[in-house]
């Protein structure tokens, strides 16, 4: 299969900071590859080795057959690109800002304006407003539109949803997953774990350093262990009653409960006894699967060296 | 081509949607004009003089009566000793006491000489000094009007002084070209360093960049914009001058619109120069204001004359490009000369033009840092 982006060994060093270290991956061609991890993992800086924007420490990347550092301006015609800040003129309107970015990009609206019909449609009723008036989910709309409509080979959007509503998320993906039967490959980076599912592939990275790379389903299989929920009314006493017990090898929360693994990895009446002891009656204990935040935590930790017990 | 283009539109609708940017571009350089025009005037008039006259004769009157009525000062009061010169003063209306001495018109037919003297109020010492020879010079008249059938047996040198090309010597003269010198860079460079590092701080400089644009068509569509409206602020100024103040242009119209355009273009370029070493707006505008107005105002020769300064001031306004374009501009103003005087300065500025359009590209950033 052909690779869309082919990266190996990039370094990047801010003073004295590493925001990424030794970073290696491949894109194929047409998969939506997700780059998950929480804020200052080095995302960010990795998008903009990708679109050119920065020039590596070390190592080379190889961006739809062309070097992102020799071969910038040729690059440049044939990427679509938003950054993670809303980047468009906010004293422009909607309309404006869409004419603006096709002819600079040589092209004009109505030449493409298939491949955004389905998003831009949703915004198209405030065409004549600013863009600085839009809401969040529709500023990323027109975002979005404004990135796609020179019918760019690569489409790389940093941190996409963020502050976005949920059902505008929703929508998003949807959107991006239409766009497969164009060709276009898609590199998206996102802090939130359940978006990672909707990728082809994801990497998990985290400190400059990717720590697996792999399809979301078999991300999740990785996951070494039994993992239970907890739920009780009184979720704060519970983790801490939980850290404390020795039998318990981590405890994360999750929403309204805490996500358990065990040292032996065997459930017995023990947990439970422990915690009435503790003076939690209410306890529900339950066997779950493990999502892909369960397994980044456990990656993470891997890499760290350290357990929360400590 | 087109892509210039549509960059050059966006320019335009930002400078259309932004109040601010349009008041800055045409409301200030209207407000300096006539305030410096009006307000700032070294010129006197209806200066406010006291007369203490211990003589109080037929030619103490005259004299007093041609001072008066010369239109340059204003009678407050009559005194009649010196210990009201002080109270005077102090009301601060009158700033010159003319007192004539006891006998003057007696003593000036006896003998041939009589004494005036002349107080003027030295906390203000621009107006005393301009006060007090505007009285010499009308008492001189006096005495050689009053000398022609008194004194016709002596020999006497009277200078006849004329200005040239500004016979009245008015202010506007010196303000209206430091002004336009003034203004014209201010504004073009402040504009065109902010709307730069704007792009910068609002992050749409990042996706400009991950485009096709070059960075030559990027600065070229910022200036081309702020050329056009800095060019038609020239034409305002020019306009306002002469219908306000009189002020023609003496020389060729012509030859002073293209001096002006160049100047405009080494202005924009110095801003795009600023704007590249500047992260954020803050720091251009305030590069653009401390950096160019104060040594503008103070080192260019507007206010003060170049020749009068140390020579280290001189070295430094060397490196001013107003300090060669009010050369240019007064020269076709009031004087009228022609391209034959000024081309050393032109070519001053076409170089320093160059200079700053090449550093400016070549400091432009392709990348992030």
């Known amino acids: 299969m052909l690779k869309a982006v082919e990266s190996s060994g990039i370094s990047k060093k801010f003073g004295p900071t590493i925001a990424l270290d030794n970073i290696s991956f491949s894109v194929n061609e047409s998969e939506i590859f997700g780059f998950i991890g929480p804020d200052g993992a080095g995302k960010t800086t990795l998008f903009r080795i990708i679109t050119t924007l920065l020039l590596p420490d070390e190592g080379e990347m190889s961006v739809l057959g062309m070097d992102s550092t020799t071969d910038y301006k040729e690059l440049r015609k044939n990427i679509g690109y938003m950054p993670g800040r809303f980047s468009l003129y906010q004293d422009l309107s909607v309309e404006e800002n869409l004419n603006f970015f096709a002819t600079v990009f040589g ?126 009314a009184e979720k704060y006493k519970l983790i801490k009653t939980l850290r404390k ?66 | 081509m087109k892509r210039f283009l549509g960059f050059v539109k966006k320019e335009f609708l930002h400078i259309f949607r932004d109040y601010r940017t349009l008041f800055i571009l045409f409301g200030i350089p209207v407000a300096q004009i006539l305030i410096f025009g009006f307000a700032v005037s070294n010129d006197i008039r209806n200066a406010g003089v006291a007369i203490l006259d211990l003589s109080h004769d037929e030619i103490t009157l005259k004299l007093t009566d041609k001072i008066i009525s010369s239109g340059f000062f204003k009678k407050t009061e009559t005194l009649l000793n010196y210990k009201d010169i002080d109270r005077v003063f102090k009301k601060g209306k009158t700033k010159a006491v003319i007192i004539f001495e006891n006998d003057f018109g007696k003593k000036l037919i006896s003998e041939g000489k009589a004494s005036l003297s002349i107080i003027a109020d030295g906390s203000e010492p621009n107006t005393a000094t ?11 008249d006096f005495t050689t009007e009053l000398a022609g059938p008194v004194l016709n047996n002596s020999i006497r040198i009277s200078p006849d002084v004329k200005m040239f090309y500004n016979p009245n010597l008015k202010s506007h003269f010196m303000f209206v070209p430091g002004v336009v010198t003034l203004i014209l860079i201010l504004i073009s460079a402040l504009m065109t360093s902010v709307t730069i590092t704007r792009e910068k701080e609002f992050g749409t400089m990042e996706v400009l960049l991950v485009s096709p644009l070059r960075p030559i068509q990027i600065i070229l569509g910022k200036v081309m914009p702020y050329f056009i409206l800095s060019f038609i602020n020239v034409l305002l100024i020019l306009a306002l001058s002469w219908l306000v103040f009189d002020l023609p242009v003496k020389g060729s119209l012509i ?24 992260g954020n707006m803050q720091q251009a505008i305030f590069i653009s204001l401390i950096g160019l107005m104060l040594p503008t105002v103070l080192l260019s020769g507007f206010i003060f004359p170049i020749e009068n300064m140390p020579k280290i001031y001189d070295y430094v306004s060397s490196i001013l490009p107003p300090r060669y374009f009010i050369v240019i501009i007064k020269n076709i103003m009031i004087k009228g000369t022609g391209l034959m005087y000024i081309w050393k300065e032109t070519l001053i500025l076409i170089i320093m033009t160059l200079v700053f359009i090449g550093l400016s590209v070549r400091k432009f950033k392709i990348r992030l840092e």
């Open chain 2, 255 to 278: 030859l002073l619109l293209a001096e002006c355009m160049l100047y405009i273009l080494m202005s924009l370029s110095l801003g795009i120069l600023i704007s590249t070493v500047s």
């Open chain 1, 107 to 232: 092209t004009t609206v109505e030449e493409n304006y298939e491949l955004i019909s389905d998003i831009y449609s949703h915004i198209e009723p405030f065409k004549k407003r600013l863009a600085g008036k839009l809401s969040g989910g529709m500023k990323q709309k027109l975002a979005l539109s404004c990135a796609l409509i020179h019918k760019p080979r690569l489409l790389i959007l940093d941190e996409p949803t963020t502050g976005v509503d949920a059902v505008s998320r929703s929508e998003f993906w949807d959107m991006l997953g239409k766009l497969r039967k164009y060709n276009i490959t898609i590199i998206v980076s996102t802090p939130y774990m359940d978006e990672a599912i909707r990728c082809d592939r994801v990497a998990l990275i985290q400190n400059g350093e990717i720590l697996s790379i792999d399809t979301p389903q078999n991300i999740k299989a990785g996951f070494s262990r039994k993992l239970f929920t907890v739920k009780s």
């Open chain 2, 130 to 140: 301009l006060v007090t020879n505007y009285t010499t010079a009308i008492v001189n």
């Open chain 1, 245 to 310: 017990n020795p039998e318990i090898l981590t405890a994360y929360p999750f929403g309204d409960s805490i996500h358990v693994t065990l040292n032996n990895n065997t459930l017995d009446n023990s947990l439970y006894e422990y915690l009435v002891r503790e003076g939690i009656g209410d306890a529900v204990i339950m066997e779950a699967e493990a999502g892909i935040e369960d397994r980044f935590l456990e990656l993470m930790e891997k890499d760290n060296g350290i357990t929360n017990k400590a």
